[in-house]
């Protein structure tokens, strides 16, 4: 058993001697692990994107896996080739300029802009059926980091709330949820953009404002200031992400503590300039990790 004051101590040495975990400022991240054991789990909010984050981002043949949105690629594909190679080459197209290290954020919000709007008109157009989409659902390529479901369980078990902000589909997000859990855990709020139904439970529409990948800040998380409000207590934030767009998921926290920044790096080994963006953005990144073993290591001293 070790003793509280050796616990950070070890983990700092953990990750600076894992050649997959990148940390620029080891000296700030103790001091924020410090404060958050402090704090306890009764002082804490995690905030996580789902796609590529709590979502893996590829299987062991080192294939791509799917996304929310990718839930209708591949479905609609099989029933509806004509209609699944829309949304596939929107993706082929838009995927890439979210990515592109050499553009600015400010340069790929009217195309993120194009493909989010386009690919909703498709849903609603089509009307998809709720239980259509429960059923894409069951047979997509989503699949959860090792120790997603644990890492879910154990934060309700702690009285941690999860906030899941996605820029993907939230409803596809608690049909996963469900299917895997049996039941969305009582911590979890989704802000997140929501397909609503008509009477028939037929897509007619989506939720506003609308939250794409670089929208995911201030300017959609004004209708869920009373959610803030109800956590106004929890002032430690650990936050999950997986791109640029997620760094400001925690401006609705009402506080100034400490965020734990742990980003996923899914991109290539050779792409130096983004793997230093991201050691700049983020605290901690790991690199192509398949699990949540690390953000689980972090809950667990906090408890
Ligand atoms: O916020 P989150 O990481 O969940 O964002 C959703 C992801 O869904 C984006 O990063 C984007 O690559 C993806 N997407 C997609 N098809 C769309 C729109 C977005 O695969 N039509």
């Known amino acids: 058993q070790l003793k509280k004051a050796d616990v950070i101590p070890q983990l700092m040495t953990g990750i600076l001697e ?33 796609d590529f984050t709590l979502s893996r981002y590829a299987n062991e043949k080192g294939e791509r896996l799917s996304t929310t949105h990718g839930v209708f690629d591949d479905n609609v594909m099989r029933l509806n080739p004509e209609l699944g190679q829309k949304f596939v080459d929107l993706k082929n197209k838009y995927y890439p300029i979210e990515f592109c290290p050499k553009m600015t954020m400010e340069e790929k919000i009217p195309h993120m802009e194009k493909w989010w709007g386009t690919s909703h008109s498709l ?3 089509e009307r998809f059926s709720k239980s259509t989409i429960e059923d894409f659902v069951r047979q997509s390529r989503i699949v959860f980091k090792d120790g997603a479901e644990d890492f879910i369980q154990s934060l309700d078990g702690h009285n941690i709330p999860l906030v899941i902000f996605s820029a993907g589909i939230g409803n596809i997000i608690e049909y ?9 855990p ?3 709020h989704f802000i997140s953009n929501m397909i609503l139904f008509d009477e028939e439970e037929k897509a007619c529409g989506f939720s506003e404002p609308l939250i794409h990948t670089f929208c995911k800040n201030s300017s959609v998380i004004q209708k869920e200031t009373s959610f803030f409000h109800e956590i106004a207590g929890r002032v430690n934030v650990i936050l999950l992400g997986d791109s ?60």
């Open 186 to 188: 009582r911590n979890t």
């Open 176 to 184: 996963f949820l469900e299917q895997k859990l049996g039941a969305i």
């Open 123 to 125: 849903i609603v157009n």
């Open 244 to 303: 640029m767009g997620d760094i400001h998921m925690d401006v609705g926290v009402e506080r100034d503590g400490p965020t734990l920044k742990i980003g996923y790096y899914n991109g290539s080994l050779d792409d130096t300039a983004s793997l230093q963006h991201y050691e700049e953005v983020y605290d901690i990144v790991l690199i192509h990790d398949p699990t949540l073993d690390f953000a689980q290591k972090i809950v667990d001293i906090i408890n």
């Open 18 to 50: 894992n050649e997959r975990i990148l940390c620029a400022d080891p000296t700030t991240v103790a001091a924020k692990f410090r404060k958050m054991m402090l704090g306890g789990a009764g002082k804490t909010v995690v905030i996580s994107d789902f």
